[in-house]
């Protein structure tokens, strides 16, 4: 089995900075590519960032310049650095993680949680 947890949500003001962060544990031989998705009131869950273990990124369009990911494979965790947030940033953030549990098997995606990201002032 594996677990990702995330943390460091919360409320901010406008223009203000956060940063998650979210640890994956249990059963894991390697870890691929991680990202974060939101998903806001109403609408679909969309990818956010996400990065290669090699540590090529990518972001959505609406936080390029932003949003920074960030990755440290010796514990397996992932981070995401966000600035000059807006409210239209307010979502629930999930960590995504596709994890090879053991060498003879296929790698598996993986959910955290997730954790409330409130952009007010």
């Known amino acids: 089995q594996v677990q990702l947890v995330e943390s460091g949500g919360g409320l901010v003001q406008p223009g203000g900075s956060l940063r998650l962060s979210c640890v994956a544990s249990?059963?894991?031989?390697?870890?691929?590519?991680m990202g974060w998705y939101r998903q806001a009131p109403g609408k679909q869950r969309e990818l956010v960032a996400a990065?290669?273990?090699?540590?090529?990124?990518n972001y959505a369009d609406s936080v390029k310049g932003r949003f920074t990911i960030s990755r440290d494979n010796t514990k397996n965790t992932v981070y995401l650095q966000m600035g000059s947030l807006k409210p239209e940033d307010t979502a629930v953030y999930y960590c995504?993680?596709?994890?090879?549990?053991?060498?003879?098997?296929?790698?598996?995606?993986?959910w955290g949680q997730g954790t409330q990201v409130t952009v007010s002032s």
């Open positions: 995504n993680a596709e994890v090879i549990t053991s060498p003879w098997y296929a790698q598996n995606g993986y």
């Open positions: 990065i290669t273990r090699g540590g090529s990124a």
């Open positions: 249990g059963t894991i031989f390697s870890i691929n590519a």
